[in-house]
């Protein structure tokens, strides 16, 4: 079965600094997100994208946030300017048809941020 | 706003034990509903999704959903649970109008001992 792969799996970076979370989405998927899960808490929705866009955003994801489709298979998250508080499990997810289809979820990548 | 509750944060069952972890959420308009689960050390999978017709849904591993709309719920039930069915479980609503984010809830942890 295809799966959403996420690259890396840990991420350990200094406060201030600048990180780039991979995601390879489900090859003929149209729909892809970014969520996080910070430890005990809950799974909070980041970002959806679609046809090259942002289509949805929460108010978590501001201006040290964004995301990228470089290549037509890679997405990417990337914070700017990371904050201790940005330390959580970054989901990447892809859909076929958006809400009305279930997300496909990659592993997660834990970022530590020190 | 929309929003999710699981009531249950750590469930602990022997196996063959029956399970039902509830689901109660909060928006007034039409819903997609999930459950999710995340095996230790794995990505969040779909158990199973309700999005229109029999509000009783069958999903994989023997698991079952009800979606009564009266109550706002949509619980998980399996008659018989297994050692391998100890996993994190979360809730998950999406709007079906206007928005294709997830609100998850905080999930519940469950324990299933042989």
């Known amino acids: 079965e295809p799966e959403v792969t996420q690259t890396p799996s840990h991420q350990v970076t200094q406060m201030g600094q600048e990180v780039i979370l991979r995601c390879v989405p489900i090859?003929?998927?149209?729909?892809f997100y970014w969520y996080r899960q910070i430890l005990g808490q809950k799974v909070e929705f980041l970002v959806s994208?679609?046809?090259?866009?942002?289509?949805?955003k929460s108010e978590i994801f501001d201006d040290q946030f964004s995301v990228e489709r470089p290549d037509g298979s890679n997405f990417t998250l990337k914070i700017r300017s990371t904050k201790l508080e940005d330390s959580a499990m970054y989901f990447c997810a892809s859909s076929e048809q958006g809400g009305n289809s279930p997300l496909h979820f990659g592993n997660g990548t834990r970022l530590t941020v020190t | 706003a929309q929003s999710v509750s699981q009531h249950n944060h750590h469930v602990i069952l022997s196996e063959a034990a029956s399970l039902e972890l509830g689901c109660n959420y909060s928006y007034g308009g039409t819903v997609n509903l999930f459950w999710y689960v995340q095996y230790p050390g794995q990505h969040l999978q779909l158990l199973l999704k309700?999005?229109?017709?029999?509000?009783l849904v069958k999903g994989i591993k023997g698991f079952e959903a009800e979606f009564i709309k009266s109550k706002f719920s949509f619980n998980l039930r399996k008659p018989s649970v297994q050692w391998s069915d100890t996993a994190e479980y979360f809730c998950a609503v999406n709007a079906v109008w206007g928005t294709d984010k997830l609100i998850f809830g905080t999930g519940t942890r469950l324990q299933v001992f042989p």
């Open positions: 994208f679609y046809n090259n866009e942002i289509s949805e």
């Open positions: 090859s003929n998927h149209l729909y």
């Open positions: 309700y999005f229109s017709g029999d509000p």
